[in-house]
């Protein structure tokens, strides 16, 4: 005889399972598009948004990717890896930075600072893609985690080759850097 509280747990862990994977490494980034807000583009000395979309994530150049909690405690977590990548002088185009930032997830009054906050860090790095996410569009999509950073590694072709959701530690840093390094000199 079947037992339904067998089969409750089963379609759980089903449901659970289908919720986890929505990114994994050797896996593709799921589309999502951010219509109002979206990317920070310098227009002569101003800064203006556009809408920005997962398929604007160019394939042929290894990918960076920040999915990041619009709060203090980002920095923190970004900063030993961040302050590795600076010392890592990088030619330009050698691979896409992309920080998609849930302004969803900033604290009740901060949306100000946080605005003033990604300005300035797009001026100090032009070249990066500062994508703002006002709805959460992103942890919807990517099914990560509300409240801080998940950093994924996407090769030239659009695989996942690194994931990790929270604070880095020096191994993760190590990792992340061999593992650009690789996918950057495999496009050169």
């Excluded at 002569?44 to 960076?64: D, E, M, V, Y």
């Excluded at 203090?72 to 998609?100: C, T, W």
């Excluded at 001026?123 to 959460?136: F, I, S, W």
């Amino acid at each position: 005889m079947i037992n339904f509280k067998n089969i409750v747990l089963g379609l759980s862990l089903i449901s659970i399972s289908a919720v986890c994977s929505a990114i994994e490494v050797g896996g593709t980034l799921p589309s999502f598009s951010v219509p109002s807000k979206g990317e920070l583009i310098i227009d002569g000395s101003k800064i203006r948004h556009q809408p920005w979309s997962t398929a604007q994530i160019s394939k042929g150049t290894p990918a960076l990717i920040f999915h990041v909690a619009a709060r203090m405690s980002s920095d923190v977590i970004i900063a030993p890896l961040k302050e590795r990548l600076d010392q890592g002088n990088y030619e330009p185009g050698s691979f896409q930075s992309i920080s998609v930032i849930n302004l969803d997830d900033a604290l009740w009054g901060t949306s100000g600072f946080v605005g003033s906050e990604l300005e300035k860090n797009k001026r100090e790095h032009p070249q990066a893609v500062l994508v703002a996410d006002d709805k959460g569009l992103g942890i919807s999509a990517w099914q990560v985690q509300k409240g801080t950073v998940a950093f994924i590694l996407v090769d030239a072709e659009g695989t996942i080759r690194y994931l990790k959701e929270g604070k880095l530690t020096t191994e993760d840093v190590d990792t992340i850097i061999h593992l650009l390094d690789v996918e950057i000199a495999k496009n050169n």
